[in-house]
């Protein structure tokens, strides 16, 4: 068939849960947390249904909803987004991200992705008709703000940024999203930014979102999910936050690709989005799994790199094999009984640092298997 992405395979995600299943490994592959939402939030999705909140809702999203994600953004980050002009429901992050880049970006355009960048920010420059530009962090996974000015050329149009960052685990800071506002400005760049690990921030240290900056803001399309927030990547249910402009943009071509999403659970989300700060609370769980876990790894020969947000550690595995990391992870899933995710598939071309993430949104006694194979295989 003619075929779009003709050099594009399975994602990793998908290879490494399969892999996973088939040996039997402990799944710290693929992001997704292994609780069950909070019953109330469940309970509103059939309380929607049975109130008869099933046809579509307006193609923006259900209005409690987008009332309810202007409330929290605005209260956060002091932005002043408005409901009706401003936000949009997407079926998730991922789409909000394609389909913001295909309403800023166009044929041989030149979109900066910063590297490892997750992997669905190419496919969806290059199915914009658009050319993504890698640019690498440095080696500690910080953003390399002087490789993003060199990589900067007449045709760059826009550039993905994701705080806090997966796979690495890092958090940007004020400094970052302050290089970030100049070099939008002084190039006249739109910016997609990736914000779905929102709400787990660790130490004490604030998310940094786009909203907080408004010459930032002016030109960014937020986006954010509920997914992860509220342990329901499934549902995939998120939101595009971008001015008025932006989101006409945006809204001309999520209209006929989307239309719309799932109304009783859009209604659900925005009846729970009431309570005070459902999302309090998130950001200490994940804190205290994280310490357990960087414990557990702590008496095994991986070195913990630095893990600051997000639900991911990623460790450095070259003090027990020299295989490159694709090879690694899958040795580890076959070999030892637990799955990680190469990092090196997140780069347009692969650098073999010997790094390899693991999920640690996962019960106690998954983790507690997971960490005992690794201590005693490794
Ligand atoms: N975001 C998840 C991760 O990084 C994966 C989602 C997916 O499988 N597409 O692990």
Not at 227 to 237: L, Q
Not at 278 to 304: I, N, V
Not at 328 to 352: D, M, N
Request: overall charge negative; proline content about 7%; charged content about 20%.
């Amino acid at each position: 068939l003619p075929t779009k992405l003709p050099n594009t395979g399975t994602t990793i995600f998908t290879v490494m849960s399969a892999l996973a299943a088939e040996h039997g490994a402990v799944n710290l592959g693929q992001g997704f947390p292994e609780f069950s939402a909070d019953p109330a939030l469940l309970q509103a999705v059939t309380d929607a249904m049975a109130a008869g909140h099933n046809q579509y809702p307006p193609m923006t999203g259900v209005p409690a909803l987008r009332q309810a994600v202007v409330a929290k953004l605005n209260d956060l980050y002091g932005s002043a987004y408005d409901a009706d002009r401003d936000i949009t429901i997407t079926a998730g992050g991922t789409q909000g991200i394609i389909t913001a880049l295909h309403a800023c970006v166009g044929a041989g355009d030149e979109v900066i992705i910063i590297e490892p960048a997750y992997d669905s920010y190419d496919p969806a420059i290059r199915l914009a008709g658009a050319v993504p530009i890698g640019v690498p962090m440095t080696l500690d996974y910080r953003i390399d703000w002087d490789a993003v000015r060199a990589a900067i050329t007449p045709r760059t149009r826009a550039l993905i940024i994701n705080t806090p960052h997966n796979p690495s685990g890092r958090v940007a800071t004020s400094g970052d999203l302050l290089e970030l506002e100049r070099i939008a400005e002084q190039h006249d760049l739109f910016v997609v930014s990736d914000e779905v690990y929102e709400h787990m921030v660790f130490d004490g240290a604030p998310h940094e979102s786009v909203a907080r900056y408004p010459a930032l803001r002016e030109r960014s399309f937020l986006v954010s999910s509920f997914g992860k927030t509220f342990h329901v990547t499934g549902w995939k249910v998120g939101f595009v936050a971008a001015p008025a402009a932006l989101s006409a943009a945006f809204r001309r071509l999520h209209q006929y690709t989307v239309f719309t999403v799932h109304t009783p659970t859009q209604h659900a989300i925005a009846a729970y989005l009431a309570n005070p700060a459902p999302w309090q609370g998130l950001s200490d769980f994940y804190q205290a799994k994280r310490d357990r876990f960087r414990a557990a790894l702590a008496a095994t020969p991986l070195k913990l790199l630095p893990c600051e947000g997000t639900y991911f550690q990623t460790v450095d595995y070259r003090a027990v094999s020299d295989l490159p990391d694709l090879d690694f992870a899958k040795w580890l899933t076959t070999e030892i009984g637990v799955a990680a995710i190469p990092l090196s598939v997140f780069y347009q071309r692969p650098q073999e640092r010997g790094h390899v993430r693991f999920c640690f949104a996962k019960r106690e006694e998954t983790l507690a298997l997971a960490t005992q194979r690794l201590q005693k295989g490794l």
